[in-house]
T-cell receptor
Framework: DARVTQTPRHKVTEMGQEVTMRCQPILGHNTVFWYRQTMMQGLELLAYFRNRAPLDDSGMPKDRFSAEMPDATLATLKIQPSEPRDSAVYFC????????????????FGPGTRLTVL | GESVGLHLPTLSVQEGDNSIINCAYSNSASDYFIWYKQESGKGPQFIIDIRSNMDKRQGQRVTVLLNKTVKHLSLQIAATQPGDSAVYFCAERKTGANNLFFGTGTRLTVIP
């Protein structure tokens, strides 16, 4: 049963510390998305990749967030330095499909990383 | 996995009844409308989608209706079961774009 995995599942850190979240997309999926979910903002897209190339990271605060795909099996989201307002659940999702394809509508989400910044 | 407790519209239904979850969208340029389900402690899960040139699409126990005139989308769940208890999100996508824009969600509670 193929699924997206994320590590760590929970992270508590202090303000100013670096945080790295990892995601393993489903094998064969060519798009990877990073979302943030909070009570106030709901589910927000931070960045996404297609074929490992970043397509859009306009949802991320550029000064502290960075997203990369070192290889097809690993996507990372890094926050440096972290701030209390970054506390949220971060989801990674992966998917397949061409630009107009319906299959782009189905994204497979991981279980999320709950981040708490004190 | 985790889900965050959002201050969401809520809907409570008796087990076995039909549920209707509504969503108003704002972008008339969207080409696809999608419903996702998020159970407690898990990531969102795709349910069904509909293209903007359709007004109805049926899946297993679910039906999505699209009214472009009033920019309204609904998800109907037949014979609601306790396992249907979750937060339901509508989302939009435009042709040529990879990204989805999610709505705020509705929390469905099924009463046994």
């Amino acid at each position: 049963d193929a699924r997206v995995t994320q590590t760590p599942r929970h992270k508590v850190t202090e303000m100013g510390q670096e945080v790295t979240m990892r995601c393993q997309p489903i094998l064969g999926h060519n798009t990877v998305f990073w979302y943030r979910q909070t009570m106030m903002q709901g589910l927000e897209l931070l960045a996404y990749f297609r074929n490992r190339a970043p397509l859009d990271d306009s949802g991320m605060p550029k000064d502290r967030f960075s997203a990369e795909m070192p290889d097809a099996t690993l996507a990372t989201l890094k926050i440096q330095p972290s701030e209390p307002r970054d506390s949220a659940v971060y989801f990674c999702a992966s998917g397949t499909g061409g630009r107009g394809s319906l299959s782009y509508n189905e994204q497979f989400f991981g279980p999320g990383t709950r981040l708490t910044v004190l | 996995g985790e889900s965050v407790g959002l201050h969401l519209p809520t809907l409570s239904v008796q087990e076995g009844d039909n549920s209707i979850i509504n969503c108003a969208y704002s972008n008339s340029a969207s080409d696809y409308f999608i419903w996702y389900k998020q159970e407690s402690g898990k990531g969102p899960q795709f349910i069904i989608d509909i293209r903007s040139n359709m007004d109805k699409r049926q899946g297993q126990r679910v039906t999505v209706l699209l009214n472009k005139t009033v920019k309204h989308l609904s998800l109907q769940i037949a014979a609601t079961q306790p396992g249907d208890s979750a937060v339901y999100f509508c989302a939009e996508r435009k042709t040529g774009a990879n990204n989805l824009f999610f709505g705020t969600g509705t929390r469905l509670t099924v009463i046994p």
